[in-house]
């Protein structure tokens, strides 16, 4: 049963035709399950199935589908991480997250694809097989949350769980055309392993839709280590508002230190003028921070708790973490993690830090850093390939790729990816905002602003058919 009015409109005016009985919830399952039929076998961005969905008839988004990424554990489904280490596992029980989507109203119909244990900025394993990107079927949509991304775009699902540890929502956001934003630390329940650089949200085709997802999800979990970053109202109550002139500093080519295409940079120039009709300060400035070791810091941590994470799974699976069960990029970051000392590692940590209060002292100036998402647009499929890759030679692929996203997951700062702009080739290309720890607010209100302005819903009409 295909409703087309649905696929025109966002999740939270699907909720309320629930409500108010101009649809059923059975309709509103069957319509995405048919689309799903029809796209999906072809992108491959969900991948299992959740049997005995535990529908839900009231919350704010009661009869509506979700989608978990592979890397969350929902009560009976597979939780395979993209690994060929999981197969065969079932999640026991759900996490808090998945709880919260259900305490919200949300079904969980299914699970979307991801790189192995989610560690490359592809969605392409030999375990789960590679997404497509349905903007353009040669290119990536990006990764690790590139299968919700996917379905989300091809209108498979009205929005989906994703996760960012550095940028896995905002670069799936920004090849695909979908709005990504990656909340404050500590905002939403964080992972205890990657030293907690990973957050969890949402991809969805609108600003107020994501709003909405974070505040049903937002809230600490004892034992994390982080504070709540406090707010006064909640932020789908708070978007329509102004958020006042703001400063906004914006740097198409981070001042030369980083090759930048020269059409990714317009995105950023475009996007500053777009903000700069809408009334707000431009000035083009970059912080004084160091880039390179800040990155250099990020690996440590990104390594060391990687292999600590895909232990932990492998044993809950009863299995070894190495060959045949996991990839040679996969294998060679055990290794490289277990070259590290604990003096390295502590070293890292005190680099970010220190990085990290530069980096406020900026935005005690300035009120939105615009800067690209990525060097480049889409990357071809086939270039992250971690079954022939090791993990020195993907780290190489990514500095030419995705070196920017990982430093508001270091500073723990909210950033989004919006999409405001289309090459001539009609592939999107978002543009990335940053703001200071703590005003995730600002960022949804220009977010909300740009949407209004240069609305970009009618463009998915042009890949959903």
């Known amino acids: 049963m295909y409703i087309k009015e649905l696929s025109e409109i966002d999740g939270i005016a ?11 919830q059975e309709e509103v399952l069957l319509h995405y399950r048919m689309i799903q039929e029809e796209r999906n076998p072809e992108l491959n961005a969900i991948v299992h199935e959740v049997k005995n969905a535990d529908y839900r008839k009231d919350g704010f988004f009661a009869g509506l589908p979700f989608l978990i990424k592979d890397l969350n554990a929902v009560k009976g489904a597979p939780l395979t991480y993209g690994s060929k280490v999981m197969e065969g596992f079932t999640a026991p029980g759900d996490e808090e997250i998945v709880r919260r989507y259900k305490k919200a109203g ?65 670069i799936p956001a920004s090849n695909t055309g979908t709005f990504g934003f990656k909340p404050t630390r500590g905002r939403s329940p964080l992972t205890m392993y990657l030293n907690s650089l990973s957050v969890q949200h949402a991809l969805t085709t609108s600003v107020r839709d994501s709003a909405a997802l974070l505040d049903i999800i937002e809230g600490p979990v004892p034992g994390t280590g982080y504070g709540f970053p406090e707010k006064d109202l909640p932020f789908f109550d708070t978007i329509g508002e102004s958020p006042g002139k703001l400063k906004i500093a914006y740097a198409p080519n981070v001042h ?30 970059y912080p004084d921070f160091d880039h390179d070791g800040m990155m250099e810091a990020y690996i440590y941590l990104w390594v060391v708790g990687g292999a600590l994470s895909v232990d932990k799974a492998a044993s809950a699976n009863n299995k070894a973490p190495a060959d045949p069960f996991i990839e040679k990029m996969l294998f060679t970051l055990k290794e490289k993690a277990a070259g590290y000392s604990a003096l390295e590692y502590e070293k890292a940590r005190e680099k970010v830090f ?17 800067n690209p998402v990525n060097h480049k647009k889409a990357l071809p499929l086939g270039r992250y390939n971690g079954e022939e890759k090791t993990i ?59 949407e209004e302005a240069f609305p970009w819903k009618e463009k998915y009409k042009e890949i959903r058919g």
Not at 115 to 122: K, L
Not at 354 to 364: A, G, I, S, V
Not at 410 to 425: D, F, I, R
Request: net charge negative.
């Open 14 to 24: 699907q909720a309320r035709m629930v409500k108010e009985g101009a649809v059923s």
């Open 392 to 450: 020195d030679e993907i780290l190489s692929v990514s500095e030419i790729y995705a070196y920017l996203t990982p430093i508001a997951n270091m500073t723990g700062q909210p950033a989004m990816s919006v999409p405001t702009y289309w090459t001539k080739e009609n592939l999107p290309i978002g543009s990335h905002f940053q703001a200071r720890y703590g005003r995730d607010k600002v960022l949804f209100q220009l977010a909300r602003q740009l």
């Open 106 to 170: 949300l079904n969980i119909t299914g699970k979307t694809n991801t790189p192995e244990f989610g560690f490359t900025p592809a969605t392409e394993s030999q375990f789960l097989g590679e997404t497509i990107n349905p903007w353009d079927r040669t290119r990536s949509p990006g990764g690790s949350s590139g299968g919700a991304a996917v379905a989300v775009a091809a209108g498979m699902i009205p929005f989906a769980h994703g996760s960012d540890g550095g940028g896995s929502l905002r």
């Open 256 to 285: 030369g230190n980083i090759e930048i295409e020269e059409e990714v940079q317009e995105v950023v120039r475009d996007a500053a003028e777009k903000c700069a009709s809408l009334g707000h300060e431009v000035e083009e400035v």
């Open 354 to 370: 220190l990085e990290t209060q530069k980096l406020d002292r900026f935005f005690e100036e300035y009120d939105v850093l615009i």
